[in-house]
Structure formats: C-alpha cells, structure tokens
C-alpha cells in the first residue's frame, strides 16, 4: 500500500499524524534541518519518537536537509551516528556531502530531499546508483511526467501532495538570502517570495495591481487514485510548523480517501474529503503542477485567504467510560450551551451540546478561556484520547 | 584565470574577444537567463569560429528538465557540435547523464546556482571526471577561497553581474499580465523590474522566458576588489551582461582584462546603466539558526 507521510514539528504533533492515519512522519532534528522556526527534536526526543512508532509498525524519518557551509559540516558523523542509534527509519538529505557520509558511516536508509529539485529519470537514477533509495521529486511535475518517471527508475518515488508551494525550484531560490541576509537553505526563509511587489517597465510602474509570485497551497486530493495507480512510493504532506488540529484533519483526509480507493478502486465524490480539509485550512488550495503548468487560477493576487470553517477548542485527554466524563485540554474559546463535534481518529463524526463545564476543582466554568486548561465535562457518545472537538458556527 | 562572457549580437564577438578568453552562448529551448538566444547553427558557426581563434565557448542547458523535455534535449543535441565546444554548463544532473552517456561527460560543467557551498559539496562529482562547477554565488569569500584550495576539477564563478536569486518554471509575468488584463506578456524583455512595498529604493531585475520566470540581485556583483586573490585558483571568471549589452561588457572585460577597477570607467556605468555595484556576500555571512537552538 502507497505510504502516507506526515509532518509533525514536535512530540504530540507526531503522535497525533500517526493516530489519526499517517504511515510515517518526518520531523527535523536540532542540527542540519531545514524549518528552524518549527520545534525541533533532541536526539531523546527522536528516540522517544521511533518507538511510538515502531510500536504501531510505523516510520519516522529525520530531515538533515540543509545545505551546508563549511562551519556547518563539523560533528556530522556523531549526530548520524545518534540518529542511526535512536533507530530513526530514514534521513531526508538534500547536501551530497549528508547523503555520503550517512551512507558510508552509518546503515540509513537515505531518501534525497525536494531541495534537490529532481525533475527527470536520469536525475533520480543518477542519486538512486549512488546509494539513495528514496527521491523527493520537485513539486513542479505532472501527474503523467510522475508516472513516466516511475516507470523509469527502480528508486522509490516520495510526491507532495498537501501543503505550502515554493515558488522557486526548491534549493535554487536566494532572495531570502538577498533580502533579508537569511539563508534560505540552512533553515531562514523568510518567504520573500509571499511579499507584495510592483511590477516596473523602464522604472514605470506597469499597473496599481500587486504583483505577487505567492500561489495557492498544494491539494492533491482528486489525484490520489492517479499517483497511486502510478506507483508512486510514498505521498508527503508539508508543514512541520502547522498546528496539530491541521495535521489532524488533513492526514485523516488522506487516510480515509486512500483506504476508500484501495477498498472500491474509485472514489465517488470527493466533496466529503473537501469538506472535511476546509475546517482546517486558512489558504485557498489548487493541485499545483499535478494537472499541468500551473496558471493564473492558482496565483494568490491580494493575499487572499480563507478562514477554516471551523474551530478546534480542545482535546481529549482521558475518559471514563461510567461517568461519561472527559477530561479535555482547552485550546480555543467555548463555552456552555455551544454544539461541538467530535473529530477522533477512528470514528465518524458526531456531536454534541456543552451541558456543563468543570475546572478540575470541580468548580463550574462558563466559559472555557485559558489555553491548555484542563477541563471536565460530560460526553453522551463514548470518545477516546486524542479526539478532538471543533466548535460548531450555526 | 580565464576570462569568458556572455553576448548580445554577434557582429560584436571580436569586441567581447579583445579582452575575454571566450564566451558562452545558449538556445531559449534548452537555457535560461540568456542575454540572447541563437539558433543551432549560428551556435555552430560560434563553434566552429571560437576552435579557429583558439578561444573557449561555452554552451549553456542550464534549465531544470522533465523527461519529456530531456526527449527534446537529447534531439537538439543531435544537430550540435558538442565535441567543438569547452564546456557544457547543465543546472540538471539528467543532462549530465544523457552527456555521459553520449561520452561527454567529461565536458560538463556542473552549476547548480545556490548548491555548491563547500569543498565537499563542490567536488561530489570528482570520480564522474566533469569538466567543472560552479562555486555558489551566496557564500563569502573565505568560503570561496576554501573552495579554490581543495578543488578536483575547474572551478567557475559568476565574477560580475546581476546575480540570479529564484528561478521558478511558472510564468510568473505573463500570469500577472492575464490578472491586469493587459495584452503584453512582456517575455523575454530585459527592462522590467520588481519593487517590494518596503524596499522602494531597491528595483529586482525580473526576466521571463522558455524555462520560467527568475529574480536578480539589484545591484551588480563585481569582484574587480578581489580579483588578484581568485586569480591564483579560480579556473574562470564568468561576465554575465544581462539586462545590459555587448558596449557595457566590453568596458566591463577591459578591467578585468587588467586586472584593474578603473573608477571613473565604474561611475560612468553605473551612471549610463542605472546601476550600483557592490560585493554581493564575499563578506556578508548569511544567517544561519543557532545550532542546538530553535529560534
């Protein structure tokens, strides 16, 4: 079965991508990782990591995918060497100088990162003859020249599916450096290429309109059954730095959608499947380059965005199954008397109405405020730890 | 070190060739960022005239391939004379493959724009016997020199010029023209820039063409200041004259010919041309997060 490959930026990221349907995530360590802002993991915490996942015959792969400076290149064999002994599935290596070393000091399983920009066949066997068994394509190919390339290679191919676009070839883009002196493949973009612009022939301005490079988010639903037709090895969702209701909704999308393909070999509407992602998302989405070279359809002129249609206000840490009580981590604004849905890993979707709300003095609160307060309240329908609650707008 | 630059106009090739070494050309169906496209055949004269002078000519497939594109590559090479040329210059590893395969590795010069930032990383194609590669353009002098030390094979660097910062396959230009409704897809046209909303001082070069849509630095790179340093190890010196033509780079190959910044030849340029120059990162260290530490 095609692999679905999740993001997780810390601990409790990671579990949820993995409850909720994901068959490997890909987290980046403290040192050689792109994404700097996301949390990273210490070497205890990747170890902590691999063994939640094992235990459910899971992966984790690590990012080393910077591209390194001299003064970066220094303790490299140790912290591969760490990661080999936390047992880590696979790292994701965009520098030759990574990719050799791991495959010559260590037994990991190497898979070449995006930052590579692998556009063709002869590109993805040059890297797989060296030893990399895995390939990150470059976002900017078809469904077909996917396919036409797996045909081709007998490495395994990793395609995005979900997510933020870079706009430039991935690793060939300097304007963060240029702009703003943060290096963009050692873990700084600053996204200039998100910024508003003024397009000028011979210093005059061409029109009032912003010029923006910025595109809608990758979504890739309607071309799942196509990629894993195509026999693609392993479909990647983007974004180490979203926030766990995202990670989620999105992989439980995906997961049902392929378990959906495998088990009827079509998919009959994939609204559901929308629906379901636009409770999450706040950025306008389009398939990318999956169904051609992408137009003006899914360029993002005046910043425009959306607002997920729904709420997340908590999770569920504990529940007795006598007293029907739940304890649930708030994470947004609730209150008594709201209607919230019950979005779990294994179960379809029910509601509810809030009846009352204790503290953990068993005082009653009206209204759930305080981020990360643990709460008490009574839930009719059996739920268990990790569901979430999404507030109902009516 | 030798000297090579790019080209407008043919009838200047003698001009360009008082003070460089040789030159490097392209075709838009195969390269990016050219200052003009010639077809095969002029290319092919180019060969043919550069072997006579004993001067060097480069060709440029520097644009990033699909399959069905590399279909279209291996074609167009059918009808040129590769053996003729110095170099090839391929931004994607797949064209490197298809000239090996041709037995041409060997003449591959590999550039990658903003990959080869180390030694390491540099020289990672050493047992495949390419020609060369491209050094980063975003890394400092020291990093640079470090590189010239340890090298396995000629080393390249864009030496002047509007150094390229993105390089995306989307028509970035021609999208915005169909959003604002104007009939002019403004491709292939040298005279348009971007202007951020905070940066109102500062206009980026932008360029659209077959390969895609790509950003420039707004000031122009020089290493005249440091020219007598990398001459000991840096095998070529590359003049890239987009956005500019074949008058400027002959004024522009003069002084590095000599090896000399004649400063009244520089402030007259950068008067005639509209343009700053400046050292680009030979000593401006890019930020990197503080290792062990999130930010």
Known sequence: MIELLAPAGDLEKLKIALIYGADAVFIGGENFSLRARASNFTLTDIKEATMFAHKLKKKVYVTTNIIPHHEDMDDLIPYLKGLEEAEVDAIISASPFIVDTALKHTSLEVHLSTQQSSMNAETVNFWYERGVKRIVLARELSKQQIKRLVDKTKADIEVFIHGGMCMSYSGRCSLSNSMTDRDANRGGCAHSCRWNYELRQNGEKVSDETFSMSSKDLEALEQIPYLIEAGVASLKIEGRMKSLHYIATVVKVYRDLIDQYYLNKEIASFDQFLNELKKAENRLASFGYLEGMPGIEQQLYNQRSEKPTQLFVGIVKEYDHESKIAIVEQRNYFKTGDKLEIFSPDKALETFVVEEILDENNDIVEVARHPQQRLKMKIDHPVEEYAMLRKIDE | ?295
């Open chain 2, 1 to 295: 070190m030798k000297i090579i630059s790019t080209i407008f106009k043919l009838d200047n090739l003698m001009s360009i060739l008082e003070n460089a070494d040789g030159i490097i050309v392209g075709n838009s169906n195969f390269s990016a960022r050219l200052t003009s496209s010639f077809s095969i055949e002029e290319i092919n004269d180019l060969i043919s005239k550069l072997n006579q002078l004993d001067k060097s000519i480069f060709l440029n497939v520097n644009q990033m391939f699909s399959d069905d594109q590399l279909d279209a590559v291996r074609k167009q090479f059918k009808s040129l004379n590769l053996h003729g040329l110095t170099g090839i210059v391929v931004a994607d590893l797949g064209v490197f493959r298809i000239l090996k395969q041709q037995g041409l590795g060997h003449k591959v010069v590999y550039n990658p724009e903003t990959l080869l930032t180390n030694y390491y990383d540099f020289n990672f194609l050493a047992s495949e016997h390419v020609y060369g590669a491209y050094i980063a353009k975003e890394i400092t002098l020291a990093d640079i020199m470090q590189i010239l030390n340890k090298k396995s094979y000629k080393t390249f660097m864009v030496g002047h010029g509007h150094l390229n910062m993105f390089y995306s396959k989307r028509k970035l230009i021609d999208n915005f023209s169909k959003f604002i409704g104007t009939d002019n897809t403004f491709k292939n046209q040298q005279n348009l820039t971007l202007t951020e909303e905070h940066r109102q001082n500062l206009n980026y070069p932008v360029f659209e063409d077959e390969a895609g849509t790509h950003v420039f630095r707004p000031a122009v790179f020089e290493t005249l200041s440091v020219v007598d340093q990398l001459e000991r190890q840096l095998d070529y010196l590359v003049v890239d004259t987009i956005f500019k033509d074949d008058d400027y780079a002959v004024k522009v190959l003069k002084m590095y010919h000599n090896r000399q910044l004649d400063l009244k030849e520089k402030e007259q340029l950068e008067k005639d041309y509209h343009e700053t120059w400046d050292d680009g990162f030979l000593y401006k260290k890019t930020i990197y997060k503080t290792r062990g530490q999130n930010d």
